[in-house]
């Protein structure tokens, strides 16, 4: 698990952006692992003095003898296993977690070329180029896995006053939305209590833990999965969040 080298060995190396290596490459040496700035720790780096072993290598048809600082942090149990490089880091900064949910998820490079047609601005060459799908991306739509989910659920509850709710209406049903405004989740709450006393031993917010809103017919009704309540058959209770939203 050697980088490289690169460097004034080896400039053409294809870590070598602006004359300099972008992994940083050749580290520094350091008799013990501290953790660096940036959340990626310093990896113990032994010199020669310090019993560090050195190797030498073949690069370019030349032997060239190299020390820690060339490196990779690797573990020999996953390289054995996988009969491959694999560069293993200590991950512990929150940071982690973005890098690898990104890493697995980031696609192979597209590289595209075509000669150019006399109508440079062509809508659908452009739509295409902005639809590139990677081979991840269309594996992950062929085995149908979601491609984005919420947790918890949370549901908006109106707050107003009586008769205060915001009503949308157009000069056709002005007349019978006047007459009837819809329910919001607010009044749908009161005619709840009316009906069903269980809903009468929560307060506002609460109540989306056992009742599901249901948008078209503007009213809640019983969770139907969930935690069983104990002391009352087929009621169930969620974990959904309420939150109240001026409106
Ligand atoms: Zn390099």
Not at 80 to 94: G, P, R
Not at 137 to 153: C, G, K, T
Not at 212 to 231: A, E, L
């Amino acid at each position: 698990m050697i980088h490289g080298p690169c460097g004034e060995i080896n400039m053409n190396s294809p870590c070598m952006i602006d004359a300099k290596c972008s992994k940083r490459y050749p580290r520094a040496l350091i008799s013990d692992t501290i953790a660096g700035n940036d959340g990626y720790p310093l990896y113990r780096r032994r010199s020669f003095e310090n019993n560090g072993k050195t190797a030498i290598i073949r690069v370019l048809n030349q032997n060239i003898e190299v020390d820690n600082r060339w490196v990779l942090p690797y573990s020999p149990i996953l390289s054995k296993v996988f009969q491959a490089h694999i560069n293993v880091e200590y991950c512990n900064s929150v940071k982690s977690i973005k890098y690898i949910c990104k890493y697995v998820n980031k696609g192979s490079d597209m590289a595209v070329f075509r000669v150019d047609g006399e109508n440079r601005n062509d809508d659908i060459t452009q739509h295409q180029m902005g639809r590139y799908i990677s081979s991840n991306e269309a594996v992950w739509r062929i085995f149908s896995f979601p491609l984005h989910e919420r947790h918890l659920v949370v549901v908006h509850l109106a707050v107003h006053l009586e008769n205060g709710q915001r009503v949308y209406f157009t000069t056709e049903t002005v007349q019978q939305r006047a007459a009837q405004p819809p329910a919001t989740t607010l009044t749908a709450v009161f005619q709840l209590c009316e009906i069903d006393t269980f809903a009468r031993n929560f307060i506002y917010v609460d109540i989306p833990q056992y009742y599901t809103w249901n948008s078209s017919s503007k009213k809640f009704q019983r969770c139907k999965q969930g935690t069983p309540v104990d002391g009352h058959p087929g009621i169930f209770q969620t974990d959904v969040y309420g939150t109240s939203q001026q409106c």
